[in-house]
């Protein structure tokens, strides 16, 4: 078996997203018909309170994509998704354009500052009152949410843990696909076919080259394919097999969705509804579901997957970057190896600090090689993002002035997820 970097989960992560930037979907698999033109978006170790993955994946839609990064690169989170896809067109009381939520007021009133603050919604004040504009409409950029499990070594004990937490992100169903990665043998059965794991999970097995180049640095290979969890629709709405009863229940639904949206814009205080009737797909949306997968998925974007500097030193005197294959990887001069995160902490025996006249330093090692390597990191993923959105087929260039806009879909007021930052 090959020693990956660090001999450790860890560096098996890192490659595993620099594989999936470059070279998503996988081989021998199929996707949505008219969905070829896609962007994604790597990030590691991001989930939600309960669950946190190894490795995700974002379908993007480009055009959505492109509109989102008017917000800004960093992360929305709840409160200022609440505030972003509600603020109006036109200059409003922040209480007659966001609906009611049921936490007090004046965290509403705090997301709207930390917005503003942002440049991402405009405020005013009219006598005691602020009233919001939006800077641009939030788009519905976000397409599909893949959920890699990364398992180098798959032995009998770790399969046993990982199968139940499997099959709790399969009956959660928050991801539209969940995947083990491991380690390929080359056998003719591999190991990892033998575990008891969910049947609705995908295997992907790696073999990766430290010293090939482009894509011949790493071979992934499906040996077996996940089932769709379609996690936001509860059914597709066609023609076809709906019943009067049925399509009755659908307009209900596209009623109240249509109402909620009219009363947000007349002032009136709202209410969320459970589901809600998507225009553009004419399928029946879970709201709360959807909420959950957008703001994993501005997690999931703000973070990255290059942002493993956040929580190492890279501010240590040994602490390098090396080329594996196609992808860099963090390396330790004082361990001669590449190191994992949990070793590269101030606690270290090997951990020295840069000396002062390194951060004195100018052009190429402004502020010292640890500065530079984050902005390294940094310039990578922006490059990349960049190349994901402007690399479009010729025939998607005329979605590129209009992205799918966020407007069918209320936000949920749950105070579960706003009480974290309370």
Known sequence: MYEYPGDAEFGFEL??????????PPRDTEIDAGDDDYAVVISRQRGTRHRRWDTIVLECDPAGLNARRQFGPQTLDSDLLRVVR????????YRDAIPQPDFPWRYVRAAVHRAADRGIINTRRQGNRIEIKRVATYPRWLRRIIAIENKPDLDASAARALSDQLQRDVDTALA?????????????????????????VGILTFDFDADARHTEWAEASVIWHPTRLNPTTTRNVSTHGITPQKRE???????????????????????????AIDSDTNEVINTEQYRQRLILAERAYGAGWRSYHETMRPDCRHFEI????????????????????????GDCSEFEPE?????????????GPGARIKKLLATR?????????????????????SAPVDTSIADNNSSEENSQSK
């Open 15 to 24: 490659l595993v997203c620099r594989w999936a930037e470059q070279e998503w």
């Open 86 to 93: 509600w603020a109006p067109e036109t200059w409003t009381w």
């Open 176 to 200: 539209d696909e969940v995947w083990v990665a491991t380690t390929a043998t080359n056998n003719e059965v591999e190991p990892v076919l033998l575990k008891d794991l969910p049947a609705e």
């Open 249 to 275: 229940k659908e307009t209900e639904a596209s009623r109240m969705q249509e109402d909620a949206m009219h009363n947000s814009a007349s002032g009136s205080q709202t209410s969320e509804i459970p589901t």
């Open 322 to 345: 090396q080329r594996f294959g196609d992808g860099i990887i963090p390396y330790c001069a004082a361990k001669q190896r590449s190191q994992t995160a949990a070793e590269c902490a």
């Open 355 to 367: 000396p002062p006249n390194w951060r004195m330093r100018g052009w190429p090692l402004d502020g």
């Open 381 to 401: 993923r922006e490059r990349v993002r960049e190349r994901e959105v402007s690399d479009l087929n010729p025939n998607s260039s005329q979605h590129s002035s």
